[in-house]
C-alpha cells in the first residue's frame, strides 16, 4: 500500500519537500530557514514547517477542505508578498510529487503501486488549484488594503471638508510651487 | 522569468539547493519591482525646502538624473558627516561581522533577502568609506572589502536605506552597539545631497514645514477637526468637552501627531484625550502652528529634524506656556526624547513640569520640559484621580505592541502597561522576544508606510504578525493596542492581512471609554459609535 | 570577489609570513632582524596607531546622546527603572559599559530565544557565538598575561599563578595550559563557523578570515615550539628581557619556530590598529552604549549645532490670518 509507505517515510518526504521549497530562497537565508527554530525568531521557517507538515498529515488522513485551506494559508500568504511569480508562490505544492518521487519512487515501481500513486497526485493537484483560490485572495486583500489605507488616513478630514467647504484653495498648486 | 522549459515544476520555480559560486554581494544589483520600492519625491516639495535637484524621475528610470558632480557631493558629504558624528564614524570601522544582528531584522526575517541583513545593509556605506577612508581599503581594495562608488551603489543605496525602519532592533543584540539606523540616517541624508528621496517622506516635511502638519490642512480646517470630534464626545457622553485653541497664557501645551486628527483609528484616541484633559480640569492649549508632533525630518536628515522641532519650543514661547506634554507617538518621542533640546534647547522660558492635578514632579523631564501623555495619566491614575470603569472596554481582549521608538530610545515600556491594565480587564503579552526591547517594527516605520511599498511592509510586519497571531490564537485577542500613530496606520493593514478580526487602537481611547465623566449620560456606546455590550448588539 | 576567494588570499598570505620567517631566519641568519629590529618597529606601530586611532575617534563630537534603551527607563518614582538597561546615571553607564566589555552582554541576549517553545528546544548559533566569542576573548587574555613571565624577572607572583591555576591539569610535561587548548578550538570554531554557515560566509571579507588565520598561526606556532619542538625558554626569556629593557641580545640558536611566532605575532600587532580587531577600542566609545538615558533629565550640548532656516510663526500667521480670524482662532497681528 502506498499510504503504509507514506505513512513510514512520512519525516523523510516531509523534509524533501521543505528543502525544495527553501530552494527557492537565496541561499545565504536557507540555512536560518532551516536551523532557527524559534517560531518567533523566525516565523517564514517555522510557518513552512507547521504547513507542510500540516498538508502532508491532511492528506494521508483524507482531512477535509478547511483543515487544508488552513495549512496552505500559513504558507501561501507569505509568499504571496515575497515577489514571487505566482507559479512560484503557489507552486510549492507540485514538489510534493518530486518529493515522493525522489523518497519513494523505487518501493512504487517494485511494488507497482501506480493507481495508489495516481490518486494521490490527484490529491495534490486539488491542492495546487486551492492553493490558487488562496493565493488570488491574499492578492485581492493586498489591493483591498491599499485603498483602505487611502480612505482611512484621511476619512473624517475628507468627510467634514467636503461637507463644509468644498475643495478649498490651499490645496492647490500655486505658481511657485509647481514643479 | 521564461517559460522555454516546462517539463518540471522545480525548474519554472527556479529552485537551486546548490547555489555555487555565490555571486558576491558587492556585484549583485537592485532589481527594482513594483511593490517593493517607494515612489520618488516630487520636484515641488523639494522646491517648497530648498533641497537638491527637484526634478521627476523613477527608480525603474536607467537614468536618474543626477547632478554632473553627484560623486562629488556624495564624498564630500560623506567626509563631513564623519568628522560630525562619532556614532557614524565608529560604526563604519568597528564591525567584526560576527553576524548576531543577522537574524534580527524584520525585513531579513520576512523577505529572506541577505541585503536586509542589518550587517550588510551598513556594509553597502562601509565598502565605499574603505574605499576612500582607509588605508587598508586604498591599499588593497577589495581584499579589504573596498568598492568604489557607483551609479548602482548608488542606486543599491536608495533601495535598502529606504527599506530600513530604522527601528534600532539590531543595535539590541550587537556586542558594540552599533545602530544600523544611524547608519541610515546618515545614507539618506547622503542620498538626499543629490536629490534622491521618497515622496512619503517629503510631502508631509514640505507640508509639516508650511502647514504645520503632515497633511497640509490649515489652521481653520484643523479647528474643524477637533470640533468634529467634540461633536461626536457629546453625542457619546452627552458633555461638551472644553476645546482651547492657541489659547495664550495656557499651563500646559499638548502636541500629538497630525494622523490623530485625520486618520481612523487614531482619531479615537484624539478624542480620548480631549476626553481627559476636559473631566481632569486641565489649562491646557492646542496648537495649529505647532499642530504636528511627528517629524519626518528623521526620515530626512538631521538638519531637518531641527527645522520642523524648533516649532513646538518656539509655539510654548509665544503662548507662554509652562511646559509641554506630548501624546501617543513613536518617531515623535525619538525627536522629543533624544534630539529636541539639544537641537532647539535649551527652554529656560519654560518650568520644570507638575502635575497640576497630582502635584507630581516629573523630574525625568525637567531639562526638556515636555512629559509623555502615558507617564501624565499613569501618575493619574496611581494617584487614584480618575474613576474608571474598566468593564466599559469588557469587549476588548488587548494585548500590546511597543513601538520601536519609545521602547528601544526612550525605555518607555511599563507605563503604557500599568495605564493598559487599570483600563481593560483582559490583557495578554506577546511572546517575550517580540515585545519590549525586543520588539518587532511594525513594518512601515521611517517613511516606509506608504500604499506603493505594501508587499515590502506586508514581509517586514511577518513577525510582527506571527506573534499576534500567537495570541490571537490562545487567548482569543481581538485588540492590538500601541502607542503610536503610524502603527495605527500601518498595523491596521498588518491585521486586516495577517490577522482579520483584531483591531488597532491607541491606549487612551481605552482610557476614555473606561473614564466616567462628571454629568455624563449613560454609555451604550464606546468611542467607535460600537455598543459596549455584546447583549446590545442583538 | 568572493568569501572563497577571500579566504583562500588570507590562507596564501599567512602562510606566506610563516615562509618568509622561516626563510629569513633559516636560510639567511636574519636573526637580528626577526629578533629585534622588526619587534620593536611592530611594537611602536601598535602603541602609536591605537593611540592615533582612538585619538581619531575622540575628537570626532557626539553631537546627540542617543542610547540604545534595552529596559525600562527612569520616569516615575514608582515604576522600577533598569540602571544596567536603561542606565539613569554614571554608575549605571559604568556598569552597562562592564557588562558589555566583560560578559557581551548584547550577544548573550541571543541565547533567550532557544529557551522558548517550539516543536523541540534547538541549539542555536547564537549561543555559540557568545560562548565562542568569550572563550577566544578570556583565554587570549590569559596567554597574554601568562607571557609577562618572558619580559621580567623576578615573575610577578599573579602570573605564577595564573600559570598554575591554566596548567592545573599537567597531563603532559611540558604542561598544556588550559587556555591554549581554549583558544585553539575558539578561533577554529569562529573560522569554520564563517566558513560553513552560507549567510555568513556571504558577509565575510578577507579582512575576516586573515586575522582568524593569523590567530591561529601564532598559537600553533605557540605549542608547536613549547609542546613539540621544545624551544630552549631561558634563550627566549633572554631575547624578551634585553628587548623590554631596551639591551637587546640576540642569543645564538633559538630555533625558527620561535621566530615564527614571534612574527606572526609582530604581523598582529602592525595590522591590528588599521583593522577590526580595533573594537577592542572602539566598544568603550560607543554611544549608543555609554550615553546615559537621562536625555530629557540633563542638558545636552552639540558643539557643532547651527541655526537652521524654520518656518516662524509670523509667516504661517501670515498665510492664514483671514482664515484664523474667520473660524475664531486667535492670532497676534489684527
Redesign the interface.
Given at each position: 500500500m502506498l499510504k503504509d509507505l507514506l505513512e513510514k517515510q512520512r519525516d523523510a518526504v516531509v523534509d524533501r519537500w521543505k528543502?525544495?521549497l527553501v530552494?527557492?530562497?537565496?541561499?545565504?537565508?536557507?540555512?536560518?530557514?532551516k536551523?532557527?527554530?524559534?517560531?518567533?525568531?523566525?516565523?517564514?521557517g517555522?510557518?513552512i514547517?507547521e504547513g507542510l507538515e500540516g498538508l502532508y498529515d491532511n492528506l494521508l488522513k483524507d482531512g477535509d477542505i478547511e483543515k487544508f485551506s488552513e495549512f496552505l494559508d500559513r504558507v501561501v500568504?507569505?509568499r504571496a508578498?515575497?515577489?514571487y511569480?505566482p507559479?512560484?508562490a503557489v507552486?510549492?505544492v507540485?514538489?510534493l510529487?518530486?518529493a515522493v518521487q525522489e523518497i519513494l519512487g523505487q518501493a512504487i515501481r517494485e511494488n507497482r503501486l501506480y493507481e495508489e500513486l495516481l490518486t494521490f497526485e490527484q490529491k495534490i493537484d486539488s491542492l495546487a488549484l486551492l492553493s490558487f483560490n488562496i493565493y488570488m485572495q491574499?492578492r485581492e486583500?493586498?489591493f483591498?488594503?491599499?485603498t483602505?489605507?487611502?480612505r482611512?488616513?484621511?476619512?473624517?478630514?475628507v468627510e467634514?471638508?467636503c461637507q463644509?467647504?468644498g475643495m478649498?484653495q490651499?490645496?492647490a498648486?500655486t505658481e511657485?510651487?509647481?514643479? | 522569468m521564461e517559460l522555454h522549459n516546462l517539463s518540471k515544476p522545480q525548474d519554472l520555480m527556479n529552485i537551486d539547493l546548490n547555489k555555487t559560486p555565490e555571486t558576491p554581494w558587492m556585484d549583485t544589483p537592485v532589481n527594482f519591482r513594483d511593490g517593493t520600492y517607494i515612489y520618488p519625491a516630487a520636484g515641488k516639495n523639494l522646491k517648497r525646502l530648498g533641497l537638491p535637484n527637484p526634478r521627476e524621475w523613477s527608480p525603474t528610470d536607467e537614468d536618474w538624473k543626477l547632478p554632473d558632480n553627484w560623486k562629488e557631493i556624495i564624498m564630500k558629504g560623506l567626509k563631513e558627516r564623519l568628522d560630525k558624528y562619532r556614532s557614524f564614524r565608529l560604526f563604519m570601522d568597528i564591525c567584526v561581522r560576527c553576524g548576531a544582528c543577522m537574524d534580527k531584522c524584520h525585513f531579513f526575517i520576512g523577505s529572506g533577502d541577505p541585503k536586509n541583513m542589518p550587517v550588510l545593509r551598513a556594509e553597502l556605506l562601509r565598502s565605499v568609506y574603505r574605499n576612500d577612508f582607509t588605508t587598508l581599503g586604498k591599499m588593497l581594495g577589495r581584499f579589504a572589502g573596498a568598492r568604489e562608488l557607483t551609479v548602482d551603489v548608488l542606486k543599491e543605496w536608495f533601495y535598502y536605506f529606504f527599506q530600513c525602519t530604522e527601528c534600532r532592533r539590531c543595535s539590541v543584540f550587537c556586542p558594540y552597539g552599533i545602530d544600523t539606523a544611524e547608519v541610515t540616517m546618515i545614507g539618506r541624508e547622503l542620498l538626499n545631497l543629490v536629490g534622491l528621496n521618497i515622496n512619503w517622506v517629503m510631502e508631509p516635511v514640505a507640508n509639516c514645514y508650511r502647514f504645520g502638519n503632515h497633511l497640509g490642512i490649515p489652521p481653520h480646517g484643523v479647528k474643524d477637526m477637533w470640533e468634529f470630534m467634540v461633536d461626536d464626545i457629546e453625542n457619546i457622553t452627552g458633555i461638551n468637552v472644553n476645546l482651547p485653541i492657541n489659547k495664550k497664557g495656557a499651563e500646559i501645551l499638548f502636541v500629538t501627531p497630525s494622523g490623530d486628527y485625520f486618520a481612523d483609528p487614531g482619531t479615537y484616541t484624539c478624542m480620548g484625550y480631549l476626553m481627559l484633559f476636559h473631566e481632569i480640569g486641565l489649562d491646557y492649549t492646542w496648537s495649529t502652528y505647532a499642530s504636528e508632533g511627528g517629524n519626518f525630518g528623521l526620515f530626512t536628515s538631521h538638519e531637518m529634524i531641527k527645522r520642523l522641532n524648533a516649532k513646538i519650543y518656539a509655539e510654548a514661547k509665544r503662548l507662554g506656556v509652562k511646559w509641554i506634554l506630548g501624546g501617543e507617538c513613536g518617531h515623535m518621542w525619538r525627536v522629543i526624547h533624544q534630539y529636541m533640546e539639544t537641537m532647539n534647547g535649551p527652554a529656560d522660558f519654560l518650568e520644570a513640569p507638575v502635575s497640576p492635578i497630582t502635584g507630581t514632579k516629573f523630574e525625568n523631564a525637567k531639562q526638556s520640559k515636555m512629559v509623555h501623555i502615558m507617564e501624565f495619566t499613569a501618575d493619574l491614575i496611581k494617584h487614584g484621580k480618575l474613576k474608571l470603569d474598566p468593564s466599559r472596554n469588557r469587549k476588548v481582549r488587548a494585548t500590546y505592541h511597543d513601538s520601536c521608538n519609545p521602547a528601544r530610545a526612550a525605555g518607555l515600556l511599563e507605563e503604557p502597561r500599568y495605564v493598559i491594565q487599570n483600563v481593560c480587564e483582559d490583557f495578554f503579552e506577546m511572546p517575550e522576544n517580540t515585545i519590549r526591547e525586543q520588539t518587532f517594527c511594525c513594518g512601515g516605520g521611517a517613511g516606509l508606510g506608504n500604499d506603493e511599498n505594501l508587499e515590502m511592509r506586508m514581509r517586514g510586519a511577518f513577525p510582527r504578525a506571527n506573534a499576534l497571531r500567537h495570541v490571537q490564537d490562545k487567548h482569543d485577542v481581538n485588540r492590538l493596542l500601541c502607542m503610536c500613530a503610524i502603527d495605527r496606520a500601518t498595523l491596521t493593514a498588518l491585521t486586516h492581512y495577517w490577522a482579520p478580526d483584531v483591531s488597532v487602537g491607541g491606549i487612551h481611547e481605552l482610557v476614555a471609554n473606561a473614564l466616567v465623566m462628571d454629568g455624563e449620560q449613560e454609555r451604550t456606546e464606546d468611542l467607535r459609535g460600537e455598543p459596549l455590550n455584546e447583549e446590545e448588539e442583538e | 570577489m568572493n568569501a572563497w576567494t577571500s579566504l583562500f588570499a588570507s590562507l596564501i598570505a599567512v602562510i606566506a609570513l610563516v615562509l618568509v620567517a622561516l626563510f629569513g631566519v633559516g636560510a639567511i641568519g636574519l636573526d637580528t632582524l626577526f629578533g629585534v629590529v622588526i619587534p620593536y618597529i611592530a611594537i611602536a606601530v601598535f602603541v602609536v596607531g591605537i593611540i592615533y586611532r582612538i585619538l581619531e575617534w575622540a575628537k570626532v563630537p557626539v553631537p546627540f546622546r542617543i542610547p540604545t534603551t534595552c529596559g525600562q527607563g527612569k520616569s516615575l518614582p514608582w515604576i522600577k527603572a533598569d540602571n544596567l538597561e536603561s542606565p539613569y546615571n554614571t554608575w549605571g553607564v559604568i556598569g552597562r559599559m562592564a557588562l558589555e566589555v566583560f560578559l557581551f552582554r548584547s550577544l548573550f541576549r541571543n541565547t533567550k530565544a532557544e529557551l522558548r517553545e517550539g516543536p523541540n528546544v534547538t541549539y542555536g548559533s547564537a549561543k555559540w557565538l557568545w560562548l565562542g566569542g568569550i572563550a577566544f576573548h578570556y583565554a587570549f587574555l590569559t596567554i597574554v598575561l601568562r607571557h609577562i613571565r618572558f619580559f621580567v624577572e623576578p615573575i610577578p607572583s599573579f602570573v605564577e599563578l595564573l600559570s598554575s591555576v591554566d596548567g592545573f591539569f599537567q597531563l603532559l610535561v611540558p604542561t598544556v595550559f588550559l587556555t591554549d587548548i581554549a583558544l585553539l578550538a575558539a578561533a577554529t570554531f569562529l573560522f569554520l563557523r564563517r566558513v560553513f554557515l552560507p549567510q555568513l560566509r556571504y558577509i565575510s571579507l578577507a579582512a575576516d578570515f586573515f586575522p582568524l588565520l593569523l590567530i591561529l598561526g601564532i598559537a600553533i606556532s605557540g605549542v608547536l615550539m613549547r609542546n613539540v619542538w621544545k624551544v630552549d625558554l631561558l634563550m627566549v626569556k633572554q631575547l624578551a628581557v634585553g628587548l623590554f629593557t631596551l639591551h637587546p641580545t640576540v642569543p645564538a640558536g633559538i630555533s625558527s619556530i620561535f621566530y615564527v611566532h614571534l612574527f606572526l605575532v609582530c604581523v598582529l600587532l602592525v595590522y591590528f590598529p588599521f583593522s577590526k580587531l580595533m573594537h577592542a577600542g572602539g566598544v568603550f566609545l560607543s554611544p549608543t552604549r555609554n550615553t546615559a538615558n537621562v536625555n530629557r533629565m540633563e542638558r545636552y550640548v552639540n558643539p557643532w549645532n547651527y541655526p537652521v532656516k524654520v518656518h516662524s510663526y509670523a509667516e504661517y500667521e501670515d498665510d492664514f490670518r483671514e482664515k484664523m480670524k474667520e473660524a475664531g482662532i486667535p492670532v497676534d497681528k489684527e
Open positions: 528543502q525544495l530552494g527557492t530562497y537565496p541561499p545565504e537565508t536557507q540555512r536560518f530557514l536551523t532557527q527554530k524559534n517560531p518567533f525568531a523566525n516565523p517564514l517555522n510557518s514547517d500568504r507569505i508578498v515575497q515577489g511569480a507559479s512560484t507552486g510549492f507540485f514538489l510529487k518530486e491574499c486583500t493586498i483591498e488594503i491599499r483602505h489605507e487611502i482611512n488616513r484621511t476619512s473624517r478630514l467634514r471638508a463644509k467647504y478649498p490651499e490645496w498648486d511657485e510651487t509647481k514643479a | - | -
